[in-house]
């Protein structure tokens, strides 16, 4: 067991997608674009995209509950809720609302941002509750919906994302610890490279006080710089976890990292020497997803039997920030 506290359990996991799948030959009729152009670029064929009536606390609720099932835990077992997220329904939180849908009547919970980065950050977070005793099951979400934020006439990013929700529950283990390393980095410096800002207005309230007021704007990213920083970060990071964990490359049984990009995904491996059948990849039906893409990709391997109890798990995130980081765990 680790020696600075609890042991922690991955026990279960859940996703869910928008039902609505926009297609690269959708997106044809919307940009002067192909399926032929998006495919060789990014590795996508299509995304699910939420409808109007759509939120995102409906979409981790359903990934918390199919989490819970699988672990065989009710809500009401439940002392912590994290919802990883860049776009929630509510700017106050929406772990809230999940946490009443659930019926997890126990649980604290509360929302965490750090975009593609945040199923990341979001289980070395929930694992330090664990460790120090203070809470024993937390439920940990990852979900977006990024079709919100889109400019819909940038064939540049509209390509790329599509909204979906993943779901871990972390148990704590008196026996034995699961959660073998982690690092994490941010580099505001970048932070133009890829946002989501708020853009707002002058108002004036008298003629000598002001305020701002607005609202968002659409999704603007450098993908070159983005590109650049990934291949260059996300290999170095995840041999800093492997080298704390004192594991290698060939320990490995799967690689998930987050799936913003299957040219992306195979530069990182490449430079890792980790074949591509050890690397998890469902970009091709769900785009990026952002912060729900690693948990969903870590489910479907579950759930089709690839992922086995006891098997080494390396997951990376990496985006917005930028902030880039990575884990090593045994499934189960």
Excluded at 174 to 190: Q, T, V
Excluded at 307 to 326: E, M, P, Q, Y
Aim: glycine content about 10%; hydrophobic content about 40%; some cysteine.
């Amino acid at each position: 067991m680790n020696s600075v506290g609890i042991g922690i359990t991955i026990i279960g996991s859940g996703s869910a997608t928008a039902n609505q799948i926009l297609t690269n030959d959708d997106l044809s009729e919307i940009v002067e674009t192909s399926d032929e152009w998006i495919q060789s670029r990014t590795g996508m064929r299509e995304r699910h995209i939420c409808s109007a009536d759509d939120s995102l606390a409906n979409l981790a609720t359903q990934a918390g509950m199919r989490a819970l099932e699988m672990a065989g835990l009710a809500p009401t077992d439940l002392d912590l809720i994290i919802l990883a997220t860049s776009t929630p329904d509510d700017l106050f939180g929406t772990a809230v609302k999940v946490q009443s849908q659930l019926g997890a009547t126990r649980a604290m919970a509360f929302d965490l941002t750090a975009a593609c980065s945040g199923f990341v950050v979001g289980l070395v977070t929930a694992s330090q509750f664990i460790r120090t005793g203070v809470y024993r099951n937390v439920l940990l979400i990852g979900g977006d919906i990024l079709s919100r934020w889109v400019d819909w006439s940038d064939r540049a990013t509209c390509v790329l994302f599509g909204d979906g929700a993943g779901a871990v529950v972390l148990q704590g283990n008196d026996e034995s610890d699961r959660l073998l390393g982690f690092e994490m980095y941010s580099d505001g410096s970048l932070n133009h490279c890829l946002n989501l800002a708020y853009q707002g207005e002058t108002k004036n309230l008298t003629t000598e006080k002001s305020v701002g007021q607005g609202n968002y704007q659409p999704i603007t990213m450098n993908g070159r710089e983005v590109y650049r920083f990934a291949v260059a970060k996300v290999p170095e990071v995840i041999e800093k976890v492997l080298f704390k964990a004192n594991i290698t490359t060939e320990d490995i049984d799967w690689l998930i990292l987050h799936q913003a990009n299957q040219r992306i995904m195979d530069s990182v491996s490449d430079r890792l020497k980790i074949p591509s059948e050890k690397v998890i990849s469902n970009v091709a039906k769900y785009g990026n997803t952002s912060a729900g893409s690693i948990p969903i990709a870590l489910d479907e391997a579950v759930r089709a039997g690839k992922i086995k109890t006891g098997d080494l798990v390396v997951a990376s995130g990496f985006g917005a920030g930028l902030t880039w980081g990575a884990t090593a765990f045994r499934w189960g």
